[in-house]
């Protein structure tokens, strides 16, 4: 019997993990699970024109990348748990400064291996939710002694989250 991230059976016709994962290969799969982290870290880099966000933004990514257990897709929530099960030894190291040229590509390759391999459904899920995790980081701006999530985007902030989201097929 397959059980949820937390321990407790999955709600009714939900599965733990996908099936379809299988049709992934090892470094398929790797992209997969290593591009919401990837992502994360390229929007929280300081860059000119952006507000640093300091811890702020790693926490709010890292909640973004989370809520992603809820899903209604099974691939978002399968590459969810591939993420959190990863041990720290195993896992690649993801680089501070992520070149954006190298992001967008992966983002491409990506999107083309759930062109190939996935649902049509669970693909428009995962991107969006890749997405969603940097467009989070983005309105996380910290102010004095506070956490503020719901700052708008900068004009830097918008050209990236439109690269990103052409990159993913959203746009």
Do not use: K
Request: glycine share 8%.
């Amino acid at each position: 019997m397959s059980h949820s991230v937390a321990g407790e059976p999955p709600s009714a016709g939900r599965r733990a993990a996908p099936l379809t994962t299988a049709v992934y290969s090892a470094a398929e799969w790797d992209l997969l699970i290593s591009l919401p982290g990837r992502v994360l870290v390229a929007t929280a880099a300081p860059r000119p024109g952006r507000p640093d966000r300091g811890v702020l933004a790693g926490l709010t990514g890292l909640d973004a990348v989370a809520a992603g257990r809820a899903s209604d897709s099974d691939l978002v929530r399968a590459v969810v748990a591939a993420i959190y099960a990863r041990h720290d030894a195993t896992s690649p190291p993801v680089e501070r400064l992520a070149d954006l040229v190298d992001l967008l590509a992966a983002c491409r390759a990506a999107s083309r291996v759930l062109g190939r391999r996935a649902d049509p459904a669970d693909s428009a899920a995962y991107r969006q939710w890749v997405q969603s995790v940097a467009a989070r980081v983005c309105r996380a701006v910290p102010g004095p002694g506070e956490r503020r999530l719901d700052q708008p985007a900068t004009p830097a902030d918008r050209r990236f989250l439109d690269r990103l989201g052409a990159a993913l097929g959203l746009g």
